[in-house]
Each structure stands twice: as C-alpha cells, then as structure tokens.
C-alpha cells in the first residue's frame, strides 16, 4: 500500500506498488505478514459521561433489571446526575482517555451522542466536547445529538411532562445546536419507558427540518415500531434490534437504514436474547456492529471484543462481522466515500494485528491483538 498527503495512492501487490512514481521516496514501513484492516468505525457510542455505574452492574448481578434500577433513579438518571455535577474540563479528560484506548484497539472514527445532560447547558457541553476533542485528538468524531434520551428529573413528575420536553427540544435546543455547528445527527431513545413512536417522530422531524440526519434506539426492551418510524424517516440507521419481528426485518432488508447490532450490551447486562443478525443479513439488509460504549449497559470502547461477540453469539461469519464494523458503518455515518476500506483515493484509517489469519481477530477473544493503528497516514497507536 503506498499512502500519500493521508490517502491512499496504491494498493495491491508489492511488485505493483513499487513501481509507483511516488513510492520511490516513500519512507517504508514493514508489517511482516500482519493482517491490515481498514481502521474500525464505532458508529455508536456514549463517549462523554462523568462515571462508571459499577454498583449497579453489581445490583444487576444480583438480579435487578435494567428497568427496575431506572425506575429508582439509577440507570441513565443517575449518569444524567453526575453529568451535571461534573466540570467540562472533568469530562474531558475521561472522554480523552477512552480516546486513547479506543485508537489502542484500532479504531479511527466514531459516532458520539450527547444525552446525559438533558438540559440546554448540559447538552451543549457534551456536544461542545465532541467537536473540541474532534479537533485536538486524532480520532475522527461524528456528532449526535441525543436530547431525546429520556424525560429529565425536571418534567417527570408533571401532567404531560415528556410532551413539554419534546416540545423544548424541537422548538429551542435543536435549532440552537445547529445553529452552533454541533451535530449531524439526531436520534431519540424510542422504547419503553423512554420515548413513544409518535414523540420519536416529533423530535426526529425537527432535526430533518434543520437538516439533522435521524438515527434511532429501537426495540431493544420491547417492540415499540420504532423500525417502521426509522425506514419511514430514512433513518441512517436504527440500532439495537433485539426485539424485531419478521415484518421489521423485511422493511429494513429494503431500506438503505443500517441496522446497527450493539451485542457488548446484551453481553454485559447478562441477557440471552441477541439480535437476529442471521435473518437480517440472510433478508439483505446492511449490517453494522458497534460498542454502544456507555457507563450503564456496554462499558466497552473494544471493537475486537464485539467482533468475537458478532461470531460467537450472532452467528456471523467474520468476514461479514469486520465488513459490519467498517464498510457498513461507514455508510451508517455517511462516510463511505472516504472511510471504511482500502481503496485507492480513501484516507489511509488503517489497523494492523498481530494475527497471520483476519479470523484469528475474534478468534482470540478478550486479548488486543492490534499492533499498529494509523489515522490519515499518521500513526497514532503502536504496540510496545
Ligand atoms: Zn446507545
């Protein structure tokens, strides 16, 4: 592979490569038979949140349901809580490091939502993070505004309280972060005990009005025809999925929305039931995998660690597993042209493994096997 100015200017066989003009001065980097992948693309994450939930994870052993936790303020009320109270300067030196550890495992580009703020300032102070951070750490960020969450403290407990939410969002925060500059996307958390369908679509059709692209959390603890309302909206993806039906598989399998698997969840949180990515990928729809990196459900930025999940539990073949966390992801985010596989003309988002075989990848489960990680042509990420 020859890369120049951060592209990629030629790719092939050695003997090919090398009789490139360019690749006469080009400084040469030796991988000795290591696999290269194109740099993995985390197309959802929770990057910025004040603190781990690790007593509830042991609440949760000890058989609390994710719901029961929320209902007594835990859950994402309690990251909701410690948010506010955190600095900025708190917060970022936390979403810092996961950024190091991300690249330390080979990825180059990720999603982030905001959503633990819930309120004007604190939201904007998440989404403020992500370009700050985009802008002075390797690590490209695509960002999410996520104020549909769930129904902040401050409107729980009153007579239609999430409607006077939804109402501020769409009529007061969404113009104001686009009016900044701050998001792409817009997505809404539409399960139960979250959002409903019909709110969804309200918040959903306020970002499209500003020209934000709608993303979804669909069925993940009940059915909630939150796919329908994603293919409706030409959502560019709607993720989660353990709870589909025949008929939400068929609509995706149609649509150009990526269904974006998140199995580090139903890892975590001890559940049997993953999504169906059999039948979806046997139906055609796109398939991409992500972290869902966040304090209470996948507390994870390993993109290996999710690959071995998509073989072991989803039943995908690891060429379709790395296919869901580059290409298919890439497209997710709208960054096919650029990022996502080793073409000529695309960044050079490279991640290189200490493995002979792409399939010992998953294969060695729980062990970082990356050796190299380059982001535009510059090596942000070498083992010892
Ligand atoms: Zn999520």
Redesign the pocket.
């Known amino acids: 592979m020859l890369i120049s100015d951060g592209l990629i200017a030629g790719v092939g066989p050695a003997s090919k490569v090398e009789k490139l003009a360019a690749a006469r001065k080009a400084e040469r980097v030796d991988v000795a038979g290591r696999v290269v992948l194109p740099g993995f693309v985390d197309s959802?994450t929770?990057l910025v949140h004040a603190a781990s939930r690790a007593e509830e994870y042991e609440l949760k052993i000890q058989g609390a349901s994710y719901e029961e936790i929320a209902k007594k303020g835990g859950g994402i009320l309690n990251s909701v809580q410690k948010l506010r109270a955190a600095t900025s300067q708190q917060l970022k030196r936390r979403a810092q490091a996961a950024l190091e550890v991300f690249a330390a495992l080979g990825t180059t580009t990720i999603e982030a939502?905001s959503g633990y703020g819930l309120d004007v300032a604190s939201e904007l102070k998440i989404l403020s993070l992500h370009k700050e951070l985009g802008a002075e750490q390797p690590i490209e960020i695509a960002s999410t505004f996520l104020g549909a969450h769930i129904v902040p403290p401050e409107f729980r407990g009153k007579a239609n309280g999430a409607e006077e939410y939804v109402k501020l969002l769409a009529e007061w925060l969404i113009p104001e972060v686009v009016s900044n500059g701050l998001a792409e996307f817009c997505d809404v958390?539409c399960d139960r005990g979250a959002f409903t369908r019909a709110q969804s679509k309200q918040v959903l059709s306020a970002g499209l009005k500003h020209k934000l692209i709608p993303r979804l959390?669909a069925e993940q603890l009940a059915r909630t025809g939150a796919t329908q309302l994603a293919v409706e909206l030409d959502a560019a993806s709607c993720?989660?999925l353990e709870q589909i039906n025949e008929n939400d598989i068929l609509a995706l399998a149609k649509s150009g929305t990526v269904a974006t698997l998140?199995p580090g969840c139903d890892f975590h949180l001890g559940l049997k039931q993953y999504a169906p990515a059999r039948k979806l990928i046997d139906a055609g729809a796109i398939v991409a995998l992500a972290t869902?990196y966040?304090p209470g459900t996948s507390p994870t930025v390993s993109m290996p660690m999710i690959l071995s999940l998509a073989c072991s539990q989803l039943r995908m073949t690891p060429a379709e597993a790395i296919s869901a966390v580059t290409s298919n992801a890439a497209y997710s985010l709208g960054r096919q042209n650029r990022i996502g596989s080793l073409e000529v003309g695309k960044q050079a988002d490279l991640a290189v493994f200490e493995v002979e075989d792409y399939r010992e990848i998953p294969y060695y489960f729980g062990v970082n096997t990356c050796w190299l990680t380059v982001k535009s042509g510059r090596v942000i990420y070498a083992a010892a």
Do not use: P, Q, S
């Open positions: 959802h929770h939502k958390f959390h993720d989660h998140l869902d966040n």
